[in-house]
C-alpha cells in the first residue's frame, strides 16, 4: 500500500506564494507520475500540474507562468511552489501518484488533501 502525505497549504492574501510538498511512501518499486489536482467548493477536481519520472511537465492554462511543479525522486517527493496566487486559486489541493508496488503490481494513490485559501 502507498501513502501520500501532503503538507504547506493554508491561507494567503492575493499575490502571496505557497508551497506545497507531498511524500509518497510505503510499498514503492518505481513511481511514475506524480501531479497536484484541485477541487474548489461545488466544482469537479482538476489538474493542477503532473511531473514525470524523467521530469517532463504538464500544466493548466490558468497556473502556467505562476506555478512550478517539481519533484525529488530519491525523496518520492512533489513540490508544487505557487506564486502570484488569486482567490480562484482557492481549493483543496490533492497530491496523486501512479506506479507499481512491484514489477506486477501498479498503484494509484491520493492524499488527504489540503486547504490553499487566497484572500482578495
Known amino acids: 500500500q502507498v501513502q501520500l502525505v501532503e503538507s504547506g497549504g493554508g491561507l494567503v492574501q492575493a499575490g502571496g506564494s505557497l508551497r506545497l510538498s507531498c511524500a509518497a511512501s510505503g510499498n514503492i518499486f518505481r513511481i511514475n507520475t506524480m501531479g497536484w489536482y484541485r477541487q474548489a467548493p461545488g466544482k469537479q477536481r482538476e489538474l493542477v500540474a503532473d511531473?514525470?519520472?524523467?521530469?517532463?511537465?504538464n500544466y493548466a492554462d490558468s497556473v502556467k507562468g505562476r506555478f512550478t511543479i517539481s519533484r525529488d525522486n530519491a525523496k518520492n517527493t512533489v513540490y508544487l511552489r505557487m506564486n502570484s496566487l488569486k482567490p480562484e486559486d482557492t481549493a483543496v489541493y490533492y497530491c496523486?501518484?501512479?506506479?507499481?508496488?512491484?514489477?506486477?503490481?501498479?498503484?494509484?494513490?491520493w492524499g488527504q488533501g489540503t486547504q490553499v485559501t487566497v484572500s482578495s
Open positions: 496523486n501518484a501512479d506506479g507499481w508496488s512491484s514489477s506486477s503490481t501498479p498503484f494509484d494513490a
Open positions: 511531473i514525470t519520472n524523467g521530469g517532463n511537465t
